[in-house]
């Protein structure tokens, strides 16, 4: 799938299918844009404590360090948490959204980075609510199918809708939504036009596609990769396999201040 997984309460199974492959994840995931953090930042009246919610392997956290004084990091898969390299310094710990160790009214912000779906529950809103300062800022965002051009997009777009259609978690719809279906309990506030930027080359981009939760299902059950099916495509529209190509992922937020 392209995001990432489902790692807390409310994912089931699906922990187990993250952290069955956490250093590819870690590997083939595009990065978050730093002007994004930055901007968080300074939406925030302090910057002493973060926490990066269903951190997987770090991809929000790292970023946090450069603007908070302490970045904490929670996933439900401690497989996850010990992938990735240069996070020693991020406090990072094994719970579930709903039950944060966490004393109340601590950090000044928290992230969540493509897996509010899973866990988008009253109670969870209400925790969050207790473990952010009356001030502190509440950011979760997602982001869909990749975007390389119309010729390589119309295969990846095969892949996603047809080949693994009945594949995907049931959560999957809200990203598929940009979140218009959740409905936090605070006002939200508008967010930049953020988005994820990359340059890869083909091995990239197969490798990425691996990492989707309806590919390793769909192979499970079949016994065969069902990227293999679409790769002459896929290679046939991209060009040389080294060759490296602009690949963008568009952001959707859910932003606010849930004390307000």
């Known amino acids: 799938m392209p995001a990432s997984e489902p790692r807390l309460s409310g994912a089931g199974d ?13 590997r083939y995931r595009p990065t978050y844009p730093e002007a994004l953090f930055a901007w968080l930042a300074s939406q925030c009246a302090a910057t002493d404590s973060a926490l990066d919610l269903a951190a997987g392997n770090g991809q929000a956290s790292l970023p946090l360090t ?33 039950h944060l160790p966490l004393r109340n009214g601590l ?27 009356p001030s502190g800022l509440f950011c979760a965002w997602c982001y869909s199918l990749l975007e390389v051009s119309p010729d390589v997009d119309a295969i990846i777009n095969h892949l996603y809708h047809e080949t693994l259609a009945g594949y995907w978690p049931a959560g999957r719809a809200s990203v598929d939504a940009g979140y218009r279906d959740i409905r936090p309990p605070f006002a939200c506030i508008d967010t930049p036009p953020f988005a994820l930027e990359a340059q890869w080359n083909l091995g990239e981009l197969l490798g990425y596609l691996r ?15 069902p990227i293999e099916l679409h790769e002459p495509q896929i290679l046939s529209a991209w060009g040389p396999p080294d060759q490296r190509r602009p690949v963008r992922w568009p952001l959707h937020f859910l932003t606010g201040f849930p004390n307000r």
């Open 14 to 26: 699906s922990v187990q299918l993250f952290s069955s492959r956490s250093d590819d994840y870690a």
């Open 211 to 225: 990492t989707w939760s309806a590919v390793k299902q769909w192979q499970r059950q079949h016994g065969r990769d």
């Open 66 to 98: 450069r603007h908070f004084r302490q970045v904490l990091a929670c996933d439900a898969s401690a497989e996850q948490l010990a992938a990735g390299d240069g996070w020693a310094h991020v406090q990072r710990f094994v719970a579930e959204a709903e």
């Open 107 to 133: 950090l000044d912000l928290i992230v969540v980075a493509q897996a509010l779906h899973w866990f988008a529950t009253p109670a969870f809103f209400d925790q969050a609510r207790q473990a952010l300062k």
